[in-house]
């Protein structure tokens, strides 16, 4: 058994050890004077410090919540706030949570080398903001020096070191000098498997954040000229590298007399960067992605070929605006539905040999379907999408539409017949003409042999008729390989259209046709040339007769704005002046409407097949369209769209 003495020691070394401890918890050592009993003491500092233990763990577990409840805060914002507006919303927290006094926060915005943030003060009125735009290179206040430097920095001095440096005119140059105390601590970013740690040997020799060189220290007044330059270039260096490890740093502070920050409240501001920087990292990456995928639906909205990415599945995932143009689906539609609501068998084939085999087309020739059954001729080509180990989980199909591009094809080969035509109208129309004049002159005088009313008499007729036929097919030809130069001048539409029924007038009575005009209220005057475009309406009013039943009704309609392919639609200050000229004839079969509007092409007897021909040239040549909408056995209609003269007067009807 131990002796007395033996415990008496065993007590006062263990009283030691709880001064050291009470010192610990900032309690006075214990008072020995008047106690005579070593035990009594022990007891009495025991009770103390399960006092202080209890009111620690108190603390801790109060601290615990407050820093969760900040993570749940800042994880709220995630999504809907940026930059200063998220510095702003923490700082506001930490005043209201723990007993600071000044708060500030700020994040590093490598790409503009500067940090940005928020400083936050607690004051009679309430909470005041200012907001801060730090350099993070050109800069030596203590701020830098926390970023460089990637440690906590207390400072008990701030007047000669500042956190950083602000003009006369800034909000803060009243506060900084105020300030008794601040502690800054950086906020360290997490380090990726793939990303070393700052301070291994992966990184450069004359990284900052290594050590290896004399960032953070302040020259002596033998340090080689041009060290400050060095650094800073360096630092430069250094904000591009994606190793770079720090977010930003959070700052509290003390204004006016009292006391500093203590150690445990230091170490609170270290727990609440820890706490808080995972959840600004997340932040950040949210934004960084969102702002990748806003870059990505520009690059690919900006695309003139549409674009279809598919699945292993053979269906869509991704749809850009120009396939919704192409095709007439939107992507909210076509995400997720097979490739067979655009493409043919033959071209979902060639994708889906994509997928399999890895065999990728270029330039193939193909359609898409659009809802209303209309095929769009388009340009297709496929390639893999492939994973980070060359993994294939998808393909993509870019398709280019060709019907400007067949469009033009045709209107070559139109002009390519032509060149043709028009070699052979000028080398024949002599030869033929001239002879067309005797031939004439012949008939006319033979003619006058026969009597009046007799069988030779009609026969000759017949040959004068198809003489001026044949001289009206001549002209036909010059006309369309010599078009005549316009001349437009502001016209009346209308007044046009009228001198046009006029000319046909002949027909209308034979058949006991009726007329019948759609006005609006005002009819604006239009840039044309008169006489051709009075040519236009003959032709196409002289169709409409011929193809309208006796008894019958042509109607002429009017509007302003554009000659859509569904109809007519109402459009306030349009570019263009429509008139549609409509039959209630058999209409047009659906194999003769692409072939309407080209030269030689007729489906009336004796017909030459020009007048159409014409009649389109001249308004394409005024800038306008000249278009045909038919379904069989329900008429015709035929519409004119020209362009208003840009400060047009007008008719009322």
């Known amino acids: 058994m131990p002796s007395s003495q033996t415990h008496r020691e065993a007590l006062r070394a263990l009283l030691r050890r709880v001064d050291e401890v009470r010192g610990l918890s900032s309690l006075p050592p214990l008072v020995t004077a008047g106690h005579v009993d070593d035990t009594e003491l022990l007891l009495a500092a025991a009770s103390e410090l399960v006092d202080e233990l209890e009111r620690s763990h108190r603390r801790l577990i109060e601290t615990n919540v407050q820093l969760v409840s900040l993570r749940e805060v800042a994880?709220?914002?995630?999504?809907?706030?940026?930059?200063?507006?998220?510095?702003?919303?923490?700082?506001?927290?930490?005043?209201?949570?723990?007993?600071?006094?000044?708060?500030?926060?700020?994040?590093?915005?490598?790409?503009?080398?500067?940090?940005?943030?928020?400083?936050?003060?607690?004051?009679?009125?309430?909470?005041?903001?200012?907001?801060?735009?730090?350099?993070?290179?050109?800069?030596?206040?203590?701020?830098?020096?926390v970023v460089w430097g990637n440690r906590t920095v207390t400072i008990r001095d701030p007047r000669r070191n500042p956190p950083?440096?602000?003009?006369?005119?800034?909000?803060?140059?009243?506060?900084?000098?105020?300030?008794?105390?601040?502690?800054?601590?950086?906020?360290?970013?997490?380090?990726?498997?793939?990303?070393?740690?700052?301070?291994?040997?992966?990184?450069?020799?004359?990284?900052?954040?290594?050590?290896?060189?004399?960032?953070?220290?302040?020259?002596?007044?033998?340090?080689?000229?041009?060290?400050?330059?060095?650094?800073?270039?360096?630092?430069?260096?250094?904000?591009?590298?994606?190793?770079?490890?720090?977010?930003?740093?959070?700052?509290v502070g003390r204004s006016g007399p009292g006391p500093g920050l203590n150690q445990a409240e230091v170490t609170l501001l270290e727990s609440v960067a820890l706490s808080v920087a995972p959840v600004l990292e997340n932040a950040r990456l949210y934004v960084d992605l969102r702002r990748s995928e806003r870059f990505l639906d520009h690059v690919l909205n900006s695309m003139s070929a549409g674009l279809a990415?598919?699945?292993?599945?053979?269906?869509?995932?991704?749809?850009?605006?120009?396939?919704?143009?192409?095709?007439?689906?939107?992507?909210?539609?076509?995400?997720?539905?097979?490739?067979?609501?655009?493409?043919?068998?033959?071209?979902?084939?060639?994708?889906?040999?994509?997928?399999?085999?890895?065999?990728?087309?270029?330039?193939?020739?193909?359609?898409?379907?659009?809802?209303?059954g209309a095929q769009v001729p388009v340009s297709l080509n496929t390639s893999l999408l492939r994973d980070e180990r060359r993994n294939v989980y998808g393909a993509i199909a870019t398709f280019s539409d060709l019907s400007r591009l067949k469009r033009m094809e045709e209107e070559i080969r139109q002009l390519d017949r032509l060149a043709a035509l028009g070699r052979f109208t000028s080398s024949v129309a002599h030869e033929i003409r001239n002879p067309l004049t005797g031939i004439a002159a012949g008939v006319e005088y033979l003619k006058k042999s026969f009597p009046d009313g007799s069988k030779e008499e009609v026969n000759v007729e017949f040959i004068q008729n198809e003489i001026a036929r044949l001289d009206r097919i001549v002209g036909d030809l010059f006309t369309v390989t010599h078009p005549k130069r316009l001349s437009p001048r502001a016209s009346e539409l209308v007044e046009v259209v009228e001198r046009s029924l006029q000319s046909v007038q002949a027909i209308l009575q034979e058949?006991?046709?009726?007329?019948?005009?759609?006005?609006?209220?005002?009819?604006?005057?239009?840039?044309?040339?008169?006489?051709?475009?009075?040519?236009?309406?003959?032709?196409?009013?002289?169709?409409?007769?011929?193809?309208?039943?006796?008894?019958?009704?042509?109607?002429?309609?009017?509007?302003?704005?554009?000659?859509?392919?569904?109809?007519?639609?109402?459009?306030?200050?349009?570019?263009?002046?429509?008139?549609?000229?409509?039959?209630?004839?058999?209409?047009?079969?659906?194999?003769?409407?692409?072939?309407?509007?080209?030269?030689?092409?007729?489906?009336?007897?004796?017909?030459?097949?020009?007048?159409?021909?014409?009649?389109?040239?001249?308004?394409?040549?005024?800038?306008?369209?000249?278009?045909?909408?038919?379904?069989?056995?329900?008429?015709?209609?035929?519409?004119?769209?020209?362009?208003?003269?840009?400060?047009?007067?007008?008719?009322?009807?």
């Open 309 to 372: 990415v598919v699945g292993l599945d053979g269906r869509i995932l991704i749809f850009n605006r120009a396939a919704e143009e192409l095709t007439g689906h939107q992507a909210g539609y076509a995400v997720g539905e097979p490739l067979t609501l655009v493409f043919p068998e033959d071209s979902e084939e060639k994708i889906l040999s994509t997928l399999k085999s890895g065999r990728e087309w270029f330039r193939h020739d193909t359609v898409v379907r659009r809802p209303d």
């Open 511 to 653: 058949k006991k046709l009726r007329v019948e005009w759609v006005l609006p209220e005002k009819v604006p005057v239009a840039m044309i040339d008169p006489d051709q475009v009075q040519q236009v309406f003959i032709n196409l009013i002289k169709n409409a007769a011929e193809a309208s039943p006796t008894g019958g009704r042509v109607r002429l309609r009017v509007w302003v704005g554009s000659a859509e392919p569904d109809g007519p639609r109402e459009q306030e200050g349009a570019p263009s002046l429509c008139l549609a000229v409509e039959d209630e004839g058999p209409g047009i079969p659906s194999e003769y409407r692409q072939s309407l509007f080209e030269p030689f092409f007729t489906t009336k007897p004796g017909g030459t097949g020009l007048g159409l021909y014409v009649s389109h040239d001249i308004v394409k040549r005024h800038g306008g369209g000249l278009r045909a909408r038919s379904e069989s056995g329900r008429g015709c209609s035929f519409v004119v769209e020209l362009p208003l003269e840009p400060l047009s007067g007008g008719r009322h009807a």
């Open 75 to 145: 994880n709220s914002m995630v999504s809907s706030l940026e930059g200063e507006e998220t510095t702003r919303a923490v700082t506001h927290y930490l005043l209201r949570a723990f007993a600071f006094g000044e708060v500030f926060l700020c994040l590093a915005n490598r790409e503009q080398r500067v940090l940005e943030g928020t400083w936050s003060r607690r004051g009679a009125s309430g909470i005041s903001t200012h907001s801060l735009r730090l350099p993070l290179v050109n800069e030596d206040g203590v701020v830098n020096r």
């Open 164 to 251: 950083f440096h602000v003009g006369d005119g800034h909000a803060l140059s009243e506060i900084l000098p105020g300030l008794s105390t601040y502690t800054v601590v950086p906020l360290q970013r997490g380090r990726r498997p793939d990303t070393p740690e700052a301070g291994s040997d992966a990184c450069p020799t004359t990284c900052p954040l290594q050590g290896r060189g004399p960032f953070d220290a302040i020259p002596d007044p033998d340090a080689k000229p041009g060290w400050t330059e060095a650094r800073d270039a360096r630092r430069q260096r250094c904000l591009d590298c994606n190793r770079f490890p720090v977010l930003g740093v959070v700052g």
